[in-house]
Every structure is written in structure tokens, then in C-alpha cells.
């Protein structure tokens, strides 16, 4: 389930940090009931960063590989566990 609080809560830094700490999702902000800000740990950013790049990726390569321009599927694909270490 979200953790969504009101933008006045953030004054109890130490709960909101501990609150990213224990979960990977995020914390929705809100103001004046809309949603305004979303924070998560440092761990939890650097992951979802991490899997947007190897999907960034994943996804040139299928394009590579449709286009023609990589004709050894197998060898790509090699090479991207073997940078990623998958």
C-alpha cells in the first residue's frame, strides 16, 4: 500500500526517512489534497534508475535486432548479462 501524507507532515524528517528506509516504494506528498511531491531512499532511486537503464538498453537492442543491424541475437544479448552482470 502508498504512503501518501500531507505536505505538513515533512517537518518529522526522521519519520519520513525511516519510512523510505523500510519500504522501496515511494511516499506520495500531497497539498492541498493533490498530489505534489513524491521522495524514496537513495537505495530505492539508484534501483529503479538502474532498471530504467537496462531497459533503455534492452529496448535499443530489440530495435538493433529488427532493424537488421545486429545479426547474432544470442551475441547482443551475451554481451548486455555480461555488462549488467545478469
Excluded: F, W
Excluded at 3 to 26: F, G, V
Amino acid at each position: 500500500m502508498p504512503h501518501i501524507i500531507p505536505i505538513k507532515d515533512l517537518k518529522d524528517t526522521a519519520s519520513i526517512s525511516r519510512m523510505c528506509q523500510e519500504s522501496n516504494d515511494p511516499v506520495y506528498i500531497t497539498k492541498n489534497g493533490y498530489g505534489d511531491m513524491v521522495i524514496m531512499s537513495m537505495k530505492a532511486y539508484e534501483e529503479k534508475m538502474l532498471m530504467l537503464d537496462v531497459y533503455t538498453k534492452l529496448a535499443q537492442a530489440e530495435d538493433d535486432i529488427h532493424s537488421g543491424q545486429v545479426k547474432d541475437a544470442r551475441a547482443a544479448l551475451k554481451a548486455l548479462r555480461e555488462k549488467y552482470n545478469v
